[in-house]
């Protein structure tokens, strides 16, 4: 599909699916700053919104610092903890909604996440608000429902720019 200079761009990042998909698939950490130089590709950035959940720990903080000076306004909440343990974070019904709110000023929507949960949001985008919607993930851990359903989709596996090596660790000398 075309794209044109004068398209006006929003970018959305499910932060958490992304961490974990280059995490899990390549013990790599995702290049945030390359994906949103990708996903605008030369044209009017009008918004790019990072979803990320905050720990108790909040060891997250530099992290999402770090996307803010990339580019990203970066919106978080709060981990969910259930009396039982389970644990749960996602931004699903946030950001379809920030994309619907979105539509009127965009000709694109750039969906960076490869959750299918997304497919009625995609598919109400495109048909009632005659947005653009573009998926960019790692297709090993994309619906491949979102694929089709997208009007574009970009391979993050298919180029190493998109990830950063791990910082490893400092061993200690081994003393004998």
Request: charged share 30%.
């Amino acid at each position: 599909m075309s794209k044109f200079a004068d398209q006006r761009v929003g970018v959305l990042v499910d932060i958490q699916n992304m961490y974990y998909s280059a995490r899990v698939l390549y013990h790599k950490k995702t290049n945030f700053k390359e994906i949103l130089k990708e996903a605008v590709a030369g044209r009017k950035l009008i918004r790019a919104i990072g979803y990320g959940i905050k720990t108790e720990e909040g060891t997250e903080e530099k992290f999402f610092e770090s996307l803010e000076k990339a580019g990203f306004e970066v919106k978080t909440k709060d981990l969910q903890i259930f009396k039982g343990g389970m644990r749960k974070g996602d931004w699903d019904v946030g950001i379809t909604i920030d994309a619907i709110k979105l539509a009127n000023n965009l000709d694109v929507v750039v969906l960076v996440s490869g959750d299918g949960d997304y497919i009625p949001m995609v598919k109400y985008l495109q048909y009632n608000k005659g947005v653009r919607v573009e998926v960019m993930a790692f297709a090993e851990s994309c619906s491949g429902k979102l694929i089709e359903e997208a009007d574009d989709f970009i391979n993050l596996s298919e180029n190493k720019k998109f990830l950063i090596s791990l910082a490893k660790k400092k061993s200690k000398p081994v003393v004998r």
